[in-house]
């Protein structure tokens, strides 16, 4: 007898999510994945990510403990999350707490993107991931019961399964919801990466914690990274809808301008003068964020997002990346749940299953996610836009009653996924009928 046809998936974008949904159907049977990136070479754009207990637990649970090792991976010393300081005195004025009892390698860890990226790509074979393939579309294909994904350079594969994980401009996303694009919020991020050995001069305080300045108008972080790396974000913040706004044309990790920085931060303490001195460059990354999606579903079920694709939060609260890698473990466990090895029915409501158990896994998780960073940027234009100076017990009472985002980065989505099969479960059993 012919041995059954093979599952088939596009995973469209080889950064964190489409690598996380990657790993997680690796070993499955009768399942085949290949990933499509538009890039011509996989590098990481980006300087710095952090991954919370979320992020970094469902690594281990992937397989991906090479991730969580400390040449890549930095961890504050004091076993905080984040230290907030003053702008002006460098007193430290709040921090954030592990809530639940948290073991040490699973600790909010910072990177650089790349060794994250790199970290992930080590169990993913070389051959399933196809370079200069920028998705054009896809369609559902009643002739071969499948989807077509479409590239710009003019060929195609049919899939049963399409994941669009390809980032915040996600071109599947606008493909399926046109003018779902992410704005810009007036927030322009000036990052950069260097060697530690520049600031060897500093406080163990400073070196060996991620700090986080709040001033009136703005803030600045630093944090150590693996690899004996260093990174510094500054940013400028302006009313988005203002004609003269600042760096309203600035494009993703395109130049910057140190000087600049330098007198943005000139009134600033001099330790944080001292780090911006030390910066051998800068780059700009503004920042966009958009709304949530009324549903990740298309193509008839066999079609969904993952990471920034299905919720462009702009990476604010540092929450990006884990909410990337636990897509993309969900979405794997989806369809390990519904198409299980050996299985060979393979009907079209089982793929809406797989992707709706998926989206009611991770979709009301990352809304509120969205609404929470909404909010947040709802109230930084209004500053602005009041135009009133804030007061130093003003910025004292914002950064104490700021929101604390231990709900994001302690999330458990396999305890949140095995919820949900125990929920469809009963739903489908005789008694519930009745």
Request: contains cysteine; aromatic residues 10%.
């Amino acid at each position: 007898m012919e041995a059954p046809r093979k599952l088939s998936v596009a995973i469209i974008g080889a950064g964190v999510a489409g690598l996380a949904a990657a790993v997680g159907l690796k070993d499955h049977p009768d399942i085949e994945y290949q990933v499509y990136e538009r890039a011509g070479r996989l590098e990481e754009i980006g300087a710095s990510i952090a991954l919370g207990p979320n992020g970094l637990r469902t690594l281990e649970r992937l397989g991906v403990v090479n991730a969580l090792d400390n040449s890549i991976a930095f961890r504050n010393r004091s076993g905080f999350p984040m230290i907030y300081r003053h702008w002006r005195t460098n007193e430290i004025t709040s921090v954030d707490s592990h809530h639940d009892d948290v073991e040490r390698r699973h600790r909010t860890a910072r990177f650089y993107r790349a060794d994250l990226q790199k970290a992930l790509l080590a169990h993913v074979p070389s051959e399933k991931i196809q370079l200069k393939k920028a998705f054009a579309s896809a369609t559902a294909n009643s002739s071969t019961n499948s989807v077509t994904v479409s590239f710009e350079d003019g060929s195609s594969v049919n899939a049963d399964v399409l994941l669009g994980a390809d980032g915040i401009r996600s071109a599947v996303r606008r493909y399926f919801v046109p003018g779902s694009g992410p704005k810009w919020t007036g927030w322009v991020a000036f990052r950069s990466v260097f060697d530690v050995k520049l600031l060897e001069d500093l406080d163990d305080a400073i070196l060996n914690e991620a700090n986080h300045w709040w001033g009136p108008d703005r803030t600045f972080f630093a944090s150590r990274l693996g690899n004996g790396l260093f990174t510094i974000v500054g940013g400028h913040y302006s009313d988005p809808d203002a004609p003269d706004a600042p760096y309203r044309g600035a494009t993703w990790n395109s130049d910057g301008d140190v000087n600049e920085m330098r007198q943005y931060y000139k009134d600033w303490h001099p330790v944080i003068r001292r780090m911006v001195d030390a910066s051998p460059y800068t780059r700009q990354y503004p920042n966009t964020a958009a709304s949530a999606l009324d549903r990740w579903s298309f193509c008839h079920g066999r079609a969904t997002l993952a990471g920034d694709a299905a919720h462009a939060h702009g990476g604010t609260l540092a929450a990006g990346g884990s909410l990337a890698i636990d897509d993309g473990y969900a979405f794997a466990a989806a369809l390990w749940h519904v198409f299980p090895p050996g299985s060979t029915h393979r009907a079209t409501y089982d793929f809406k299953r797989a992707l709706s158990l998926y989206e009611r896994v991770r979709k009301l998780r990352t809304d509120r996610v969205i609404s929470t960073v909404h909010a947040g940027n709802k109230a930084t234009i209004s500053r602005i836009r009041a135009g009133k100076e804030e007061t130093d017990d003003q910025l004292r009472e914002r950064v104490k009653n700021r929101s604390d985002p231990f709900w994001i980065h302690e999330h458990d989505v396999q305890a949140v996924f095995a919820k949900a099969v125990a929920e469809e479960i009963e739903l489908n059993s005789p008694a519930a009928k009745f």
